[in-house]
T-cell receptor, first 110, second 115 residues
């Protein structure tokens, strides 16, 4: 079952914050976040394991709520380089097979 | 680190023809994945190898699709009797197997167009 991402698209001015949500209908072992720029391969951002941990990567952080079967990606003080489509990939069985969401297109304007 | 390499970058074929794609993973990576991505969608899992063993194949995958990783290094994905619905970006990814959950390194993909 494909995870649901929201919003589908968002436009921000440079320096603004964004939150991208990922929800699964099944129990989650882990959530992966990737960013893909147009015409390029997806690039890894972070993995969150069940246990409700929160991770940070410069101005990009994420949380994982195991009970709610949700993860959220937080982008603070967005930069032009943050533009792209963000995908969450969920692992429901602990077997490394990821099911990706439909993506959230983020556009940062000066 | 040369990254994950895929060949060709683009392939145009006529319906009914067979096509084969190649993926060279990062050299020390034991795990290799094939995903398919259509416009506006996230990557869709096709199959997965641990060394030369194909451990999982998507139930949605037609019998026309086959993948190999004969020596646990490069992998090939073959599509027989291509259909227009096969048009997509085919992505290969690799990872280590140091832990259950490892980040995936994706290649730039092979864009298939079936006419």
């Amino acid at each position: 079952q494909q995870p649901v991402q929201s919003p589908q698209a968002v436009i921000l001015r440079e320096g603004e914050d964004a939150v991208i949500n990922c929800s699964s209908s099944k129990a989650l072992y882990s959530v992966h976040w990737y960013r893909q720029k147009h015409g390029e391969a997806p690039v890894f951002l972070m993995i969150l394991l069940k246990g409700g941990e929160q991770k940070g990567h410069e101005k990009i952080s994420a949380s994982f709520n195991e009970k709610k079967q949700q993860s959220s990606l937080y982008l603070t003080a967005s930069q032009l380089s943050y533009s792209g489509t963000y995908f969450c990939g969920t692992d429901n069985f602990g077997n490394e097979k990821l099911t990706f969401g439909t993506g959230t297109r983020l556009t940062i304007i000066p | 680190d040369t990254g994950v390499s895929q060949d060709p970058r683009h392939k145009i074929t006529k319906r009914g023809q067979n096509v084969t794609f190649r993926c060279d993973p990062i050299s020390e990576h034991n795990r290799l994945y094939w995903y398919r991505q259509t416009l506006g969608q996230g990557p869709e899992f096709l199959t997965y190898f641990q060394n030369e063993a194909q451990l999982e194949k998507s139930r949605l995958l037609s019998d026309r699709f086959s993948a190999e990783r004969p020596k646990g290094s490069f992998s090939t994905l073959e599509i027989q009797r291509t259909e227009q619905g096969d048009s997509a970006m085919y992505l290969c990814a690799s990872s280590t197997d140091n832990a259950v959950h490892e980040k995936l390194f994706f290649g730039s993909g092979t864009q298939l167009s079936v006419l």
